[in-house]
């Protein structure tokens, strides 16, 4: 009998689907979803700042990245400036909306790391995370 569970991408995808969840409901009350999250915190640590050095930051490519900006925007918690030194240009800023729910929240990827901590050893989470960046850098 065929078992998926033997495949790291099938367990892989129970996990993330479970961490979207996670994310989803804490998000719910500030009409955001997971993806505009990561982008948000993205621009939390830094704004002011064009898509494709967003991209970077958040792994996304620019046609994915511009509908969560897109958003975003509408929700008044980022908007978009010219790039004074390129008209050509356009840099991403976190609005007062976005600053005054911030604190509020960006500690929901720490809780949630901090329970996932709990489940193994400091050593076994070390070799977990090693093991994670390691597929996350792998080229297809």
């Given amino acids: 009998m065929y078992d998926a569970r033997k495949h790291i991408c099938f367990n892989l995808g129970r996990v993330m689907r479970r961490v979207y969840d996670h994310y989803e409901r804490r998000l719910a009350p500030f009409g955001l979803t997971s993806p505009q999250y990561f982008v948000f915190n993205a621009l939390w640590m830094g704004d002011g700042i064009s898509v494709g050095e967003l991209g970077e930051r958040v792994s996304l490519d620019s046609s994915t990245l511009t509908g969560i900006i897109d958003r975003l925007e509408k ?66």
Avoid at 129 to 134: S, T
């Fill in 75 to 140: 929700s008044g918690y980022v908007e978009r400036k010219t790039n004074p030194d390129d008209r050509r240009s356009i840099l991403i800023f976190l609005t007062d909306k976005a600053r005054d729910v911030g604190p509020k929240i960006l500690d929901f990827a720490d809780e949630l790391d901090s329970k996932l901590r709990q489940l193994a050893t400091a050593d076994d989470m070390a070799t977990f995370e090693r093991v994670l960046r390691a597929l996350g850098e792998t080229p297809e």
